[in-house]
């Protein structure tokens, strides 16, 4: 019987994946994808994408995956991000988010953005749900392979990822004090 992950047994690693990891990272991902939350994806795939992965371990157990996918040279989305059932609510899928938006910043990127079907676990690392219109990069370019593209359920979610995107917004929207990062409703002229 496979043991649970035991938040004080062993440090939590977070890092770049790596080719060996694909079999873990597969299975966690159709997993989700089996219960119609997730794109599946296949071993080309991943290992075609490998880099843009980041994946926590610990005791050499894969414990989550995500990935940050390139779109425009200033925007990015946060895909394939999956955590273990028994990972889930101890900071696995928090940690992986925050990995991948250092490596945004690394890369010099003014947002990020994801869909999903939990947009409350995003709010609380600071994105914003958004009308989904706004990114048609990304749905011209994936969502039309989704068995889901002509009723999409998923929530569109941003991230201003510097402060003058986040000035530039509060005034696109109004507002008399600069919007702080990753907040308020707002438009996408960087993706259009």
Not at 70 to 80: D, G, H, K, L
Not at 132 to 138: E, I, M, Q, T, Y
Request: aromatic fraction near 8%.
């Amino acid at each position: 019987m496979e043991r649970g992950w035991q938040p004080h047994s062993a440090t939590m690693i977070i890092r770049k994946a790596r080719m060996d990891d694909i079999p873990a990272m597969l299975s966690l991902v159709n997993g989700y994808a089996s219960l119609g939350v997730m794109l599946p994806r296949d071993e080309f795939e991943l290992a075609e994408s490998i880099r843009d992965f980041t994946v926590a371990e610990q005791d050499g157990r894969l414990l989550g995956c995500g990935a940050l996918h390139f779109y425009t040279p200033t925007s990015a989305e946060v895909r394939s991000l999956a955590v273990l059932a028994d990972g889930q609510g101890k900071g696995v899928g928090r940690r992986i988010v925050e990995a991948l938006e250092q490596e945004a910043l690394h890369a010099g990127l003014h947002s990020l953005f994801a869909f999903t079907y939990v947009p409350g676990f995003f709010r609380r690392l600071g994105f914003h749900e958004v009308d989904r219109g706004h990114l048609p990069l990304k749905a011209w370019r994936d969502c039309l392979r989704c068995p889901k593209f002509q009723c999409c359920d998923e929530v569109a979610v941003f991230k201003a990822m510097r402060q003058d995107l986040a000035q530039q917004m509060a005034a696109e929207t109004g507002e008399s004090q600069p919007v702080a990062l990753g907040s308020g409703p707002f438009t996408f002229p960087i993706l259009r």
